[in-house]
């Protein structure tokens, strides 16, 4: 059992930038695809990120592109987003997941990520 912790999210203002990290419990931390999904209120949860196992390769959804860098740093457990130039849009509780048996692969695939963190809340306020 994988167990992922995600910092603390936050409210900042339109245009701003917000970190997120999130830590996991597994040594073998580079086996997993690590990925961002967010879920806004009265939708469906949603691909945001994702970031293979070794941290080769990368994607992401086409309204973040350009504004959001998933990275990881395999060392330390840890995946993080950065989130530059954030929307009102991008209000969401953002959820990190790992999905096993990605080492060099990513996924925007929701039903492979077996283990999730317990999500945090990020307001943009305009």
């Known amino acids: 059992q994988v167990q992922l912790v995600e910092s603390v999210g936050g409210l900042v203002q339109a245009g701003g930038a917000l970190r997120l990290s999130c830590a996991a419990s597994?040594?073998?931390?580079?086996?997993?695809?690590m990925g961002w999904f967010r879920q806004a209120p009265g939708k469906e949860r949603e691909f945001v990120a994702t970031?293979?196992?070794?941290?080769?390769?990368?994607d992401y959804r086409d309204s973040v592109k350009d504004r959001f860098t998933i990275s990881r740093d395999n060392a330390k457990n840890t995946v993080y987003l950065q989130m530059n130039s954030l929307k009102p849009e991008d209000t969401a509780v953002y959820y990190c997941?790992?999905?096993?048996?990605?080492?060099?692969?990513?996924?925007?695939?929701?039903?492979?990520?077996?283990?999730w963190g317990q999500g945090t809340q990020v307001t943009v306020s305009s």
């Open positions: 970031i293979s196992g070794t941290g080769g390769g990368t």
């Open positions: 597994d040594r073998i931390f580079s086996i997993y695809a």
């Open positions: 997941a790992a999905a096993p048996g990605f080492y060099s692969r990513y996924t925007r695939d929701y039903v492979k990520y077996q283990y």
